[in-house]
């Protein structure tokens, strides 16, 4: 049994950045693949960024490649989601997901999820 808590949400200007947390609790932190999924009004949770347990490798959607990292400290029990350049379109509710080991893309092989934090970005 895994607990999820989003935090680091909020308003910030196209162009900016913001840091997203994820903090666990309930498990082996450092066993457990961490997710980033994001949802928008009207549309589909697609997936934002992955880690593997190792931290030997990362995934990322193409649509974020390049200005979001993915990172975590397994000593604090804690996934990081470093995103800049932000744009209007990243604006959704963010969440994060834990599954044992390995990263995924499909949201439905993650077996913990979070409640979620919302990033707007005005233009």
């Known amino acids: 049994q895994v607990q999820l808590v989003e935090s680091g949400g909020g308003l910030v200007q196209a162009g900016g950045s913001l840091r997203l947390s994820c903090a666990a609790s309930g498990g082996t932190f450092s066993r457990y693949a961490m997710g980033w999924f994001r949802q928008a009004p009207g549309k589909e949770r697609e997936f934002v960024a992955a880690?593997?347990?190792?931290?030997?490798?990362?995934y990322y959607a193409n649509s974020v490649k390049g200005r979001y990292t993915i990172s975590r400290d397994n000593a604090k029990n804690t996934v990081y989601l470093q995103m800049t350049r932000l744009k209007p379109e990243d604006t959704a509710v963010y969440s994060c997901?834990?599954?044992?080991?390995?990263?995924?893309?499909?949201?439905?092989?993650?077996?913990?999820w979070g409640q979620g934090t919302q990033v707007t970005v005005s233009s």
């Open positions: 997901a834990a599954r044992p080991f390995y990263y995924s893309d499909d949201e439905g092989r993650y077996d913990y």
């Open positions: 880690i593997n347990w190792s931290n030997d490798n990362t």
